[in-house]
């Protein structure tokens, strides 16, 4: 079964630093990997997708994201965070064919610190 | 609106009591999802509705859960006899289409469910 693990449960970042969050998932073939970010009291909503070609991915709000298959892993980067930035990320993967059941990692809470 | 509308957008009740969940996806959409999110547990799969395929019950956690979707469109998301484990946020989504490669869920805001 396909599952996705984020190492991180939280972390704090200074407005202005770069920003790493991984995600690494287990799949056999390869997958549909997703990243989607939740701001408090609010739904998720897709930051960035990967389905074949490119291996790095760009998003909406300046995210990019890696796909690594010898690591099994599709860690979001972003370059500088605003403060804006604060939330709960996401990662989710989706196998291919008829299954379109999506698997969510458990998040990482992102704090920024002005 | 356009987007995929939950009600109710909080819901307290007592442990014993059945509740109901409704979930309005995007106009067109054929594909609705149900996930549970839990404090610390991430987004747990619960229940997909494809057009008037059989739905994949799968994540269902118990027989107190069940879901039905009427018309293609407004689905209900039922809990009975609800016990204090079951407080979570409850999210719906929707999508364009099965099969389509575009794989993104668009998400309500969620019904808070707190069992006392």
């Known amino acids: 079964a396909q599952s996705v693990t984020q190492p991180d449960i939280h972390i704090t970042v200074s407005e202005g630093a770069s920003l790493e969050l991984r995600c690494n998932y287990s799949?056999?073939?390869?997958?549909?990997l997703f990243w989607y970010v939740q701001s408090p009291g609010q739904g998720l909503q897709l930051l960035l997708k990967?389905?074949?070609?490119?291996?790095l991915v760009q998003g909406i709000k300046g995210f990019e994201a890696e796909f690594k298959r010898s690591q099994s892993s599709f860690n979001l980067r972003k370059p500088s965070v605003h403060w804006s930035d604060a939330a709960e990320y996401f990662c989710?993967?989706?196998?291919?064919?008829?299954?379109?059941?999506?698997?969510f990692g458990k998040g990482t809470l992102l704090t920024v610190n002005p | 609106g356009a987007g995929v509308s939950q009600s109710p957008s909080n819901k307290v009740t007592e442990k014993g009591k059945d509740v109901e969940l409704r979930c309005d996806p995007i106009?067109?959409?054929?594909?609705l999802y149900w996930y549970r999110q839990s404090l610390g547990q991430g987004l747990e799969f619960l229940i997909y509705?494809?057009?008037?395929?059989?739905?994949?019950k799968s994540g269902l956690p118990s027989d107190r859960f069940s879901a039905e979707r009427t018309g293609g469109s407004v689905s209900t998301l039922t809990i009975q006899r609800t016990q204090q484990e079951d407080s979570a946020v409850y999210l719906c989504?929707?999508?364009?289409?099965?099969?389509?490669?575009?794989?993104?869920?668009?998400f309500g805001e969620g019904s808070r469910l707190t069992v006392l």
């Open positions: 989504a929707s999508s364009p289409r099965a099969g389509g490669r575009t794989g993104e869920l668009f």
């Open positions: 989710a993967v989706r196998s291919g064919g008829s299954n379109y059941k999506l698997t």
């Open positions: 106009s067109g959409h054929t594909a």
């Open positions: 799949y056999g073939a390869t997958p549909y």
């Open positions: 509705f494809q057009g008037n395929s059989a739905p994949d």
């Open positions: 990967y389905f074949s070609g490119d291996t």
